[in-house]
């Protein structure tokens, strides 16, 4: 969910002028995507300790741990855009093309690193966890 509103967004921001519609987009998308991707994360540390069980030397375990790294790396990214958002575009009507660059970049390295976590976890359904 994230990945694609992600996506969606930083397309929405390279098409948009930084009008007011894309503004008001981007806004919106910022105050419902952060509770859906923390809920994300705390779903996929529930089934870290449920499939895995604390055996993380095992191949589903360490696979379980670069996809959580990237997962930090992917919030990390997520909150400093959502930051950004709130700070900026709060007093903002329109966005400056340097607004609109940065925040561009922002969403597309967010998209990628949620194709990457995508991938990791098609990796993992490959894999039997030791939980099971």
């Known amino acids: 969910m994230s990945c694609g ?29 952060t509770p859906v991707l923390w809920g994300a994360v705390g779903s996929g540390v529930l089934m870290l300790f449920r499939l895995d069980r604390g055996e993380l030397g095992s191949s589903h375990g360490l696979v379980m741990i670069v996809k959580t790294i ?12 959502r930051q950004f958002v ?31 976590v995508i991938a990791l976890t098609s990796w993992l359904m490959a894999l039997s966890p030791p939980g099971l």
């Open 5 to 33: 509103g992600s996506k969606n967004d930083a397309v929405d921001v390279i098409a948009g002028k930084g009008d007011d519609e894309t503004t008001a987009a981007v806004q919106q998308y910022s105050r419902w995507s």
């Open 70 to 81: 990237v997962v930090a790396m992917m919030v990390f990214v997520a909150m400093a855009a």
């Open 86 to 116: 709130a700070s900026t575009l709060s007093t903002a009507r329109r966005m400056k093309k340097s607004m609109v660059f940065r925040l561009r970049r922002a969403l597309t390295i967010e998209a990628i690193i949620g194709i990457v």
